[in-house]
């Protein structure tokens, strides 16, 4: 079975960085793509940065030049550098990974971390 682990949230100031990982583990398939979003109190759930499995990475226009994904295939996880946080950046940050082939494609989700920035 497929398990997400998320890790690195936490309280940081305004200005200041963290960096999130994502492990991965029992999976057997294909990733396609591996995803941070985030989820702000009565806000909607929104993508933050994505990679695909040729190393190219997307990004939303909120963190661009702030944030960078990263991943390290040999341990099966994603990272998220995030600097120059601001407080509009709180929210629970989830990993995502999308497995299999197109046919057959599946997602799977992390339990969260919490990010939060203090002004």
């Known amino acids: 079975q497929v398990q997400l682990v998320e890790s690195g949230g936490g309280l940081v100031q305004a200005g200041g960085s963290l960096r999130l990982s994502c492990a991965v583990s029992?999976?057997?398939?294909?990733?396609?793509?591996m995803t941070w979003y985030r989820q702000a109190p009565e806000k909607q759930r929104e993508l933050v940065a994505t990679?695909?499995?040729?190393?190219?990475?997307s990004y939303a226009d909120a963190v661009k030049g702030r944030f960078t994904i990263s991943t390290d295939n040999a341990k099966n996880t994603v990272y998220l550098q995030m600097n120059s946080l601001k407080p509009e950046d709180t929210a629970v940050y989830l990993c995502?990974?999308?497995?299999?082939?197109?046919?057959?494609?599946?997602?799977?989700w992390g339990q969260g971390t919490q990010v939060t920035v203090s002004s």
């Open positions: 029992g999976n057997r398939g294909r990733i396609n793509f």
């Open positions: 990679v695909a499995t040729t190393g190219t990475t």
């Open positions: 995502n990974v999308d497995i299999g082939p197109v046919w057959s494609r599946r997602n799977y």
